[in-house]
Each structure stands twice: as structure tokens, then as C-alpha cells.
């Protein structure tokens, strides 16, 4: 009898973790057909991700612009605004193709310190005061790195760009950003 109690006890197990399989199968496939999920599709398709890393969903692409010297910069990005945002950035992609990038929102003028780990395309870091002005830059930081980037003071935002952009596109300290987060636009 014990044995039969013991054999009940675990085909009821097995069909709990089904029935949970089926009600996670059931809240995903509503996920997908909801419309507000299909409006807000991430910018990055999953073949740009590393296998079996699970897709993080950010705001965007949209319109940011940087006034340098010789011009206004046009770029899509997409938005970080909360932690587990943040958190991912970049990681595991594969790639990020010139004139897009990742607007990191902090909520908050502070020191910010970045690094690499598990990211594994070189970036240019533009870290960005709250009035949009850009404090400081760091250039073709390492892929997986887990060495600290520091925003060299109080800054609101930093903006990720394929590395080599600052240069080769005339970004410098003292440009000015503009997105509808900062600077009250």
C-alpha cells in the first residue's frame, strides 16, 4: 500500500508541473497575440541574440539626435529605463549596425560605472549630464571586459553607439543630446 501511495503522490506531481506547463504555454501565447505586445516588438531580432539567451524587451527604436560641431546626428535607439533594462543592455548581441545604439536612463544625476561582461561588440560610451550635455566619452571599451568604465562625474544618462562612431563621426565632450528624456524635451 505504500508503494500505491507513493505512485499517487508522484503521478499527481507529474501532472501539476504539466498543468503548469500548460497554463505558462497559455499566458505566453496570449503575450503574443496581444496587441499592445505587437506594437511594442524589440528592435533586435533573435538571430542578433546568442542562443539560448531570453530576449529583454526595451523601448523603442526612437529619435535621438547629437548637435556637434559640424552638424546635428541622427539616431535610433533603443531605450533602458528600468533595472533589469539596464541590467541587460547589450549583452549578447551579436551585433549593432551604425547609426543605432542603447539611451541608458538612470532617473538620476550620478556616477555611473559601466563595464563589458558578456557583451561582445566593442562600444563607444557617451556618458551625458541631464541637460544633454556630454561629459565624458569612452572609446572602443573591450568586449567581456569586467574592468569599470566610470562616467568621470555626475551624469543622468549614457548612450552606447558601435564603437569608433565618436570619432569617426566628430563626436566630442561638450555635445549637446537631445530625446524626449532629456533635457525636457
Same mark, same amino acid.
Given at each position: 500500500? =505504500?508503494?500505491?501511495?507513493?505512485?499517487?503522490?508522484?503521478?499527481?506531481?507529474?501532472?501539476?508541473?504539466?498543468?503548469?506547463?500548460?497554463? %505558462?504555454?497559455? *499566458?505566453?501565447?496570449?503575450?503574443?497575440?496581444?496587441?499592445? %505586445?505587437?506594437? *511594442?516588438?524589440?528592435?533586435?531580432?533573435? *538571430?542578433?541574440?546568442?542562443?539560448? %539567451?531570453?530576449?529583454?524587451?526595451?523601448?523603442?527604436?526612437?529619435?535621438?539626435?547629437?548637435? =556637434?560641431?559640424?552638424?546635428?546626428?541622427?539616431?535610433d535607439v533603443e531605450v533602458a529605463v528600468d533595472d533589469e533594462q539596464r541590467a541587460r543592455g547589450l549583452m549578447y548581441r551579436r551585433s549593432l549596425p551604425s547609426g543605432r545604439g542603447m539611451l541608458f536612463d538612470f532617473g538620476v544625476e550620478r556616477d555611473v560605472t559601466m563595464w563589458m561582461q558578456n557583451t561582445y561588440i566593442s562600444l563607444d560610451m557617451l556618458f551625458i549630464r541631464r541637460n544633454g550635455e556630454i561629459l565624458s566619452i569612452a572609446e572602443r571599451t573591450t568586449p567581456r571586459s569586467t574592468a569599470h568604465i566610470p562616467s568621470g562625474g555626475p551624469v543622468r544618462f549614457v548612450l552606447e553607439l558601435p564603437a569608433g562612431s565618436a570619432k569617426q563621426l566628430g563626436i566630442t565632450v561638450g555635445d549637446q543630446v537631445g530625446h524626449r528624456l532629456i533635457g525636457g524635451r
Open positions: 500500500m =505504500t508503494s500505491h501511495g507513493g505512485l499517487v503522490r508522484v503521478g499527481l506531481a507529474a501532472m501539476l508541473g504539466l498543468l503548469r506547463g500548460v497554463v %505558462v504555454a497559455v *499566458a505566453m501565447l496570449a503575450a503574443i497575440c496581444s496587441p499592445a %505586445v505587437l506594437l *511594442a516588438q524589440p528592435a533586435v531580432s533573435a *538571430a542578433d541574440l546568442l542562443p539560448d %539567451v531570453p530576449a529583454v524587451r526595451f523601448e523603442g527604436p526612437e529619435p535621438l539626435e547629437i548637435a =556637434t560641431r559640424t552638424g546635428v546626428l541622427s539616431f
